[in-house]
Each structure stands twice: as C-alpha cells, then as structure tokens.
C-alpha cells in the first residue's frame, strides 16, 4: 500500500523531491526503532500494528529509492541503476540477513534490531548529505515545452 502510494505521487506529480525521500527514510528509521521496542512487550497485536506501520514505509521507499537512483545517474539509463539498485540490494540482504541472525544467536532480538537500526540511521544521514542536481527533472521540464 505504502508503495503504490509513493509510486502514484511520483506519477501523478512528476516531481521528485529529495526531502520526500529523506522524510520516507526517516519514517523507516522511526518504525524499525518502535518495532524494536515493542517486540518484547509481549502484545502480539502491538508488535503487528508496528510491524504494519515499518512496512508501509519500508516499501514506500522502494520507488522513491528507484527515481532517487536514477536522478543521481542521470545520463545513464533508468535500466542500468534499477539493475544496479536490485543487485545492491539483494547483497546488502544476504549480508543483513546473516549478520543479524549471528546477532540474534550471539545476544538477542533486540541487539539484531539495534543492528539494523544503526544501519538505516547511516543510511538516512547518507541520503541527507547526498547533493541531487535534478538533471533528469530539469530535461523533462524543459522538453515539454
């Protein structure tokens, strides 16, 4: 859900914005720190609401994340960074993967959560200090005129 929305505003906009994808990413950073804290609350339906709650913007970030990667590599094609973007990513997922299960083996659910947390708090200061020339949007505007 929180993905098509993103994707419709995109779509229907035609404006990119580097504060809606750092506000996204912020809110992803939120929700993965209150599942943490949640988690060992022992309400099952608390830890489904936040879990619901870091999806939605988790996967909202997807196609953000994809048009933040192509207006970074403008003169290259949009099939060269999404491909790019998937194959990062699916590393970056084994690697998380297996590092947070050693976490979790090693200490605990919430040490692997923190594991995590760190990570997307880099990340979102990454995305914050990121310099977006807008040179893909700037082409658009001025080819349709």
Not at 80 to 103: E, H, M, R
Request: hydrophobic residues 50%; charged residues 10%.
């Amino acid at each position: 859900m929180g993905e098509c929305g993103r994707a419709c505003m995109l779509h229907f906009s035609h404006v990119f914005s580097r504060q809606t994808t750092l506000a996204v990413y912020f809110m992803s950073l939120v929700g993965m720190i209150v599942y943490a804290a949640t988690l060992s609350l022992g309400h099952l339906w608390v830890v489904f609401i936040t879990a619901g709650a870091l999806g939605f913007f988790m996967t909202g970030y997807l196609p953000l994340g994809f048009e933040f990667a192509v207006e970074l590599t403008y003169p290259e094609s949009e099939g060269t960074s999404s491909g790019l973007l998937n194959c990062s990513a699916q590393v970056f997922g084994i690697i998380f993967t297996i590092c947070q299960g050693k976490i979790i083996d090693r200490f605990s659910t919430l040490a692997g959560n923190i594991f995590l947390c760190v990570f997307l708090l880099i990340g979102t200061i990454m995305t914050g200090k990121t310099f977006l020339a807008g040179k893909h949007m700037l082409c658009r505007v001025i080819t349709s005129y």
